[in-house]
């Protein structure tokens, strides 16, 4: 069919044109962080003048809540990867969405990378191959979207192969970056899918796509991008070595030159205790006496005492062994016996699930425990807890914690990625330079967990300190513009470098 030109938003004529990549994008499909960042960093960009469209994989959920999309492309069959149409439509925040059609990959029940029972799909390879190859097809000169791609913003392994593809087409003009949201999921497949995605057999080497025998997205996209990203800046320095790199530090550190980490924002408008729907009373620095009114609710909501004076802490997690979920449980008695109430809302590895609720059957008036996961519990929970619990391993950028600091709930983190880009350890000199707005460890341990929350427990004893800390992290400035604006100018070096004038 006749390419069909996509008439762009308003923009400067020297807007930088970007295809965002991702395989989720809240709210339309949503498993973690990527979804929030796919749906909120566009949106940031397109504000500043960036002509961007999002592509994201045409799941069952995705196509249910699609509406006015018309379709605007299709792609051939290939020998290795089945036809597609492309479907556009207006995505949040109003940033063009380039929906991939393809209903023999992606028309499936489950999650977008699980069937039902939480298996992974058996032919991810090829679903995500595909997802990569159209991200590529849609970069270069040969384009039916009839609006040129300067620059492709890949995101995670799901989009991992483009960088490769665009690599191996001798006519593309495209830059590459990559942003890496969690260097744990990288990808891997067995070498005999090298060739089944149409990758040359010289490309499963060290210097390639091979990953200790097997076959790395993650890496192909590390290797072959233009630019790499991730999530926070002590993020991308601590996957330069072990343990933390998993595998790919040599790699990433041989590309610490094209490295850059960006610290994540939030939406601020959606988590805003001034005007946020959601919660029992509304609030704000000149009114933070009104906090303790959305406590008083989450304790009656979950059967909790019903005291102002104990600490409520919170988590709110996947819950998983990264997200130091065992620490809490290993500390939680001693925890409620400080005295203090502890509230859960999340859901992950079954056998964390099970020894929570247990935990809540022994101590139903101050522990509270709901397996899921609840958009209104949660920011009722942000405003009405006390402390917020993040003692994760490791955390790429976090959002819970920011989330946190604007309700004026005092977190305690352990000194990691974006936790420590984001809070501040309490300790004199920061009380006293008005930037103290948090509790950090630094060792993964029951132990220093506690010792930290022992902390925290002496500030909250003390109303000028606590208030201090409380002042201090709603004043902390999360909006997604200045990320936006670092990104904006990875875009525009690219950019400018792939010119044919170009240095």
Known sequence: MEPVRVTPPTMTAESIRVLFATSECAPLIKTGGLADVSSALPAALTR?????????????AVMGRLSGAREVARLAATPRFPHARLLLAEGPGGVPLVVVDCPELYDRPGGPYQDPSGADWPDNALRFGQFSRVAAELSGVRSPLGWQVQVLHCNDWQTGLAPAYLRLDPDATAATL?????????????????????????????AGVEYYGQMSFLKAAIRFADAVSTVSPTYAEEIQREPLGMGLQGLLAERRGDLEGILNGIDIEAWNPERDPLIARR??????????????????????????????????????????????????EALLALPSQLVVLGKGDRDY???????????????????????????????????????????????NQMYSLRYGTIPVVRATG????????????????????????????????????SRALEGYRNPGIWRALQVAGMRRDFNWDASARRYLAIYTRLAKAQEPNSE
């Not at 409520?312 to 500390?331: H, M, N, P, T, W």
């Open 283 to 332: 609030f704000g620095i000149r009114s933070l006496d009104s906090k303790r009114d959305n406590k008083w609710a989450v304790q009656q909501r979950f059967g909790l005492t019903q005291d102002s004076d104990v600490p409520l802490l919170a988590v709110i997690s996947r819950l998983a062994y990264q997200k130091g979920i065992d620490l809490v449980l290993e500390a939680a």
């Open 178 to 206: 990559l942003t890496i949201h969690n260097l744990a999921f990288q990808g891997v497949f067995p070498p005999q899918v090298v060739p089944q995605l149409g990758l040359p057999p010289e490309s499963f080497s060290p």
């Open 418 to 453: 974006g936790l420590v880009d984001s809070v501040v350890n309490c300790k004199p000199e920061t009380l006293s330079s008005g930037t103290a707005n948090g509790f950090v460890f630094d060792v993964a341990s029951t132990e220093a967990l506690l010792g930290a929350v």
């Open 48 to 60: 500043l003048g960036v002509d961007i469209r999002v592509l994201l994989p045409g799941y069952r």
């Open 353 to 399: 699930e099970t020894r929570l609720l247990a935990l809540a059957a022994r101590h139903r008036d101050r522990v509270a425990v709901m397996v899921g996961f609840n958009e209104e519990l949660a920011h009722l929970i942000e405003a009405g807890a006390d402390m917020f619990l993040m003692p994760s391993r490791y955390e790429p950028c976090g959002m």
